[in-house]
Nanobody, 125 residues
Framework: QVQLVESGGGLVQAGGSLRLSCAAS????????MGWFRQAPGKEREFVAA????????YYADSVKGRFTIERDNMKNTVYLQMNSLKPEDAAVYYC??????????????????WGQGTQVTVSS
């Protein structure tokens, strides 16, 4: 059974940084693309970033490009989202997701097969 467990959310001031983690377990993820999505109250879930587990290539939403970095640690089976220069509009519940054989450019949430429970990010202005 696939499990994705996010951690690292919290309260940060605008301009600050947070590092989210997604611990993956239950199978080998070499065929998977791992993505981060976020959902703010009253808004749809939106794509943030994705990484190919095997090749390491990445893709970012324009809104976070240059501020966020997605990376993976194969030994720890963990995907990270380093978030710098945070803005109030980055506040949301952040979700980790896994998409078997998917492309990193796939930004549609329902293409992803597995989801974590989410971690809250709050940015104060």
């Amino acid at each position: 059974q696939v499990q994705l467990v996010e951690s690292g959310g919290g309260l940060v001031q605008a301009g600050g940084s947070l590092r989210l983690s997604c611990a993956a377990s239950g199978r080998a993820f070499s065929d998977y693309t791992m993505g981060w999505f976020r959902q703010a109250p009253g808004k749809e879930r939106e794509f943030v970033a994705a990484i190919s587990w095997s090749r390491g290539n990445t893709y970012y939403a324009d809104s976070v490009k240059g501020r966020f970095t997605i990376e993976r640690d194969n030994m720890k089976n963990t995907v990270y989202l380093q978030m710098n220069s945070l803005k109030p509009e980055d506040a949301a519940v952040y979700y980790c997701a896994a998409d078997k054989y998917g492309s990193v450019a796939n930004t549609v949430p329902n293409k992803y097969d597995y989801w974590g429970q989410g971690t809250q990010v709050t940015v104060s202005s």
